[in-house]
């Protein structure tokens, strides 16, 4: 007798055997022995999870001599030619191969004939979702009224291209990917049938890839048993498999908390050296981070971490030395590096920075510790503000309303200055001058805010105020002056919205509402005398088209007085 392989000879038979799908196995029993069997059955999951296997079994409790039953004999007749896909009333059609349309109208006229010898004509079509939209038309009819005789079951991998046109006709089941830890329990169960000799973590290693597929899982215990012989050791299964030693890991998370990028980096070495994949390598990380998320909330159950008792100890020692925002942070940075490696052209580079990037999380503060550092700093700036300069050296303080008040400061200037005899009169005027300075630089300041704001906010306004002569600022009024030659500009800014954005943006940035006047006057070469001696006491630095090109070019400024008449 030819051999067979572990998934066709390990297939479930009864409801009882399919591993991991307990709520699909138990409604399907219920519905046989209350006569409560519907006519079409969708199956849906991944890969190697049962769904064929459960259509076999309901196509035997059906068909079974001792049926309709939930627990076929598996000895009769209809009962094993369905094991052995070979009953003339059970036909198994894969769609993959059989899509078009003529296909369907063939199945449909066969539905018109009755049994051979069985109690139903059942059709099992895998990979359903491969047939075309005009064969899925043709079947609509077809799959809401069959005979009474015929029953429809569908699988399917890929759920969401079947037509809501067929859901709707089917009692949908979905299966679900089988837990790892059912997958072991099976496949030790198959290897003391078959008297296999293997470790636990020889079988945790087989399993780990199988991503939830007991089918996939079996394949690879199969090339693993013909590799290895009847006694596996956990060192074929590494070679073959390319599974990564779990003291690995272990080694580059204990050297993140060490703080040693040397030791990284060595491993990285070390692992190339021996063929792993740098992508399978992230992924193994990843799980393992998972396990001390797990350690630090579950503290260590056994259901939820699938590891060792060794490597339990292990896990748990780590978890307790990292916070639950380290494991965020670095879930995070693999996860995202996993998916980086596929198409890096260094991917052992890629991901030796990676690990290095872990060493150099860990020193990083959370959001809440820099949001109270800055406001810490900002209550220490808030409470230097206003303090008086020694020496009756004046300073200047804002108020409440942010505004520059220049009523108060002189009133302070005055009470620091103190009374002085004629021969300090020039100490006097010399402070006296210090604090106009000082007022002139504050309202320059608040006018260079102002614009930096409406830049950013109003590109056309800022260009318009950018034509004026002389932008002031001074006791709570904002004026802006503007020659005759730049009446579009002047008219642009006079706008009623643009004056209402303009308020509104000064009261943002000086947290008050100055009072706003815009003026036109006439060029200089057009006004009389008393025009020019007005204009002489403007001071053309403050232009802002000069500030800006003074700081480009810095330089010494003069500014000529014209002739006296």
């Not at 369905?82 to 109208?105: H, Q, Y």
């Not at 399993?207 to 007991?214: F, I, K, L, P």
């Not at 004026?468 to 001074?474: G, L, Y």
């Amino acid at each position: 007798m030819s051999y067979q392989v572990l998934a066709r000879k390990w297939r479930p038979q009864r409801f009882e055997e399919v591993v991991g799908q307990e709520t699909v196995t138990k409604t399907l029993k219920n519905a046989i022995e209350e006569s409560r069997i519907a006519h079409a059955f969708l199956f849906s999951g991944v890969r190697g999870v049962g769904k064929t296997s459960a259509a076999r079994i309901l196509a035997k409790a059906l068909n079974c001599q001792k049926g309709p039953t939930a627990t076929p004999c598996c000895a009769c007749d209809p009962c094993q030619e369905v094991a052995s896909a070979c009953s003339m009333d059970v036909l198994e059609i894969d769609a993959a191969s059989n899509t078009g349309v003529d296909n369907i109208r063939e199945l449909r006229d066969s539905v018109r004939y009755g049994t051979a010898r069985d109690r139903f004509k059942i059709f099992i079509i895998d990979e359903v979702h491969m047939l075309s939209n005009a064969a899925f038309n043709a079947l609509l009819k077809t799959l809401e009224e069959p005979p009474s005789h015929v029953k429809f079951i569908l699988a399917t991998t890929q759920y969401e291209k079947i037509p809501v046109t067929i859901i709707s006709r089917c009692q949908q089941f979905s299966f679900r990917p089988i837990p790892f830890r059912l997958i072991v329990e099976r496949l030790k169960f198959i290897s003391q049938e078959e008297k296999i000799k293997i470790s636990d973590y020889a079988l945790k290693a087989i399993v780990s890839g199988a991503q939830g597929s007991m089918r996939d899982a079996q394949s690879t215990l199969d090339r693993v048993i013909a590799f290895s012989g009847k006694k596996i050791q956990d060192e074929d299964v590494q070679t073959l498999l390319g599974v990564i030693d779990e003291k690995a890991v272990v080694s580059v998370v204990d050297a993140v908390l060490d703080n040693d990028a040397r030791v990284l980096i060595r491993q990285v070495e070390d692992l190339t050296n021996s063929g792993v994949e740098p992508q399978h390598f992230c992924r193994k990380l990843i799980q393992h981070v998972r396990n001390l998320m797990v350690c630090q909330v579950a503290g260590g159950e056994e259901q939820l971490l699938d590891l060792a008792d060794g490597e339990k100890e292990t896990a748990l020692r780590q978890a307790e030395k990292f916070s639950s925002l380290d494991l965020i942070r670095f879930y995070d940075l693999l996860n995202s590096t996993a998916g980086d490696l596929r198409w890096n052209l260094h991917p052992w580079v890629h991901l030796e920075l990676t690990l290095i990037k872990l060493v150099e999380l860990r020193h990083l503060p959370s959001v809440e510790e820099v949001i109270s550092k800055l406001n810490s700093e900002s209550e220490s700036t808030q409470f230097g503000k206003g303090q008086q300069a020694e020496d009756g050296v004046l300073q200047t303080e804002k108020s409440n309303s942010g505004s520059v008040d220049i009523a108060e400061t002189s009133s302070a200037a005055r009470e620091e200055i103190p009374l002085v005899e004629e021969e300090d009169v020039g100490k006097v005027e010399e402070t006296s001058n210090e604090i106009q300075e000082l007022k002139s630089t504050d309202e320059r300041d608040a006018v260079a805010d102002l614009l930096k704001a409406v830049q950013r906010e109003s590109i056309g306004l800022y260009s318009s105020i950018q034509h004026a002569f002389q932008t002031t600022f001074t006791q709570g009024k904002l004026s802006i002056l503007f020659l005759e030659e730049e009446t579009f500009h002047y008219q642009v800014v006079s706008k009623v919205s643009n004056q209402d954005q303009l308020s509104r943006i000064c009261a943002e940035v000086m947290e008050s509402e100055p009072q706003i006047e815009i003026l036109l006057r006439p060029n200089t070469d057009k006004v009389d005398d008393s025009s020019k001696d007005s204009m002489n006491k403007v001071n053309p630095t403050d232009n802002p088209k000069f500030k800006s090109f003074i700081e480009t070019f810095p330089g010494t400024v003069v500014v000529e007085q014209g002739p006296e008449d």
